[in-house]
């Protein structure tokens, strides 16, 4: 069972890459047509494609636009019984439709530096770690899986909260205009996170290498170890990356993690207002929490992944550590192994956001935190009216 478990998950990890890739281009979110004329298959940015996409996701939003207005006269029972979530709820309303401008507009302003991002990834893949594709990275596969699930999950929560909410008679084609946004949106957050995932994985790539090398050279002090010096400068090149992977996606991850938190402040709100206020135990209250759970899992599985790839930085300085101990070292691998050391010291794999905080498991609970706070506030706020 474990044996097909490890087999299943690669193959489906592949095929959610494959239909993100598709996705991405029918959307007009992957600006880029493949250049099959050289060794190894390069991205060339497409105006084209470009305009295509700027034409189709902006109609999209104007027309949402457009629906809102139409139907904004449509008062629910629970905006009437609390009028402070009828206002959060429209300023929430407005966050996400400017965080869809602003997203697809960033999209396509950074798609120069995702096209060199992306041939410097293809590069990596087809070049230098050709050789450890059949390699099978766990984390990778589960990583892409889950993120295809929340997106699968947030999209079912939306229809169902759509037609759960007593009064609401939004009609079926504003519900599917607004789940074709949502995956326009996803298709959007699932590029830098298979960036992150994608560097992750060369990084445990490279720490099993390193761990290999190790192993031999404890069983064989003659090993060649001349193999570590290529591993310092992809070391080096993946640590660029990282960083111009933070600075082409830390607006749009900016957006997504306000749009998340201040989305999950209103579904709470709606369960205190139907639950306690509205004393409304129907089953539909359900879908809230479902829905709460959903982008909290969302969230929690971005902050996981720029989490995993700071550890497999911290990881490969521990592996080198190891170095200092064994017997019948030479002075060639002393040298490459302290340069290496010094390298990982000195520049970590740090997602940072304008340079002012770090994405990992510590700055996602304060984020959470901080959410929760906000709520208190808001129900301290309006306690009389609840």
């Avoid at 909260?161 to 699932?190: D, E, F, H, R, W």
């Avoid at 938190?261 to 206020?277: D, E």
Wanted: with cysteine; hydrophobic share 45%.
């Amino acid at each position: 069972m474990a044996g097909t478990s490890r087999e299943v998950r690669p193959y489906l990890a592949r095929q959610i890459l494959r239909a993100t890739l598709y996705g991405s281009w029918l959307f007009g979110l992957f600006p880029f047509t493949v250049d099959s004329g050289k060794r190894i298959c390069q991205l060339r940015r497409s105006r084209g494609l470009v305009l295509y996409g700027l034409v189709a996701n902006y109609f999209l939003i104007f027309i949402l636009i457009q629906l809102a207005f139409e139907f904004k006269k449509q008062k629910l029972d629970v905006f009437e019984r609390n009028p402070l979530l009828e206002i959060i709820n429209i300023v929430i309303s407005v966050i996400n439709i400017l965080s869809a401008i602003l997203i697809h507009f960033m999209n396509f302003w950074s798609s120069r530096k995702v096209e060199e991002i992306c041939n410097k990834l293809l590069t990596l893949e087809y070049q230098d770690f050709e050789g450890l594709n059949g390699r099978n990275c766990p984390n990778f596969s589960c990583s892409v899986i889950q993120k295809c699930l929340t997106t699968v999950g947030q999209l079912i929560s939306f229809c169902t909260l759509m037609y759960a909410i007593p009064g609401n008679k939004s009609p079926l084609y504003l519900t599917l205009l607004s789940c074709l946004m949502g995956v326009s949106l996803n298709l959007n957050t699932m590029h830098y996170h298979i960036g992150v995932l994608l560097i992750y994985r060369y990084m445990w790539l490279i720490n099993a290498q390193l761990k290999d090398l190790v192993s031999q050279l404890k069983l064989n002090p003659g090993t060649d170890s001349s193999s570590i010096h290529q591993f310092l400068s992809l070391y080096n090149r993946l640590l660029e990356l990282y960083k111009k992977l933070a600075v082409a996606y830390q607006y749009q991850v900016i957006l997504f993690i306000t749009s998340q938190l201040a989305g999950n402040i209103v579904v709470i709100y709606f369960i205190i207002v139907y639950g306690i206020s509205m004393r409304n135990f129907s089953i539909f209250l359900v879908v809230f929490p479902q829905s709460l759970l959903i982008n909290i899992w969302d969230f929690w599985l971005f902050i996981t992944v720029c989490d995993l790839t700071e550890k497999a930085g911290d990881e490969t300085a521990i592996i080198l550590k190891i170095f200092s101990y064994l017997e019948h070292r030479d002075d060639r691998l002393q040298t490459s192994v302290n340069e290496f050391a010094w390298l990982c010291s000195h520049r970590k794999f740090r997602f940072q956001l304008c340079g002012l905080f770090c994405i990992n498991h510590q700055m996602g609970f304060k984020m959470i935190i901080t959410t929760f706070l906000y709520l208190v506030y808001l129900v301290q706020f309006d306690y009389m009216n609840l």
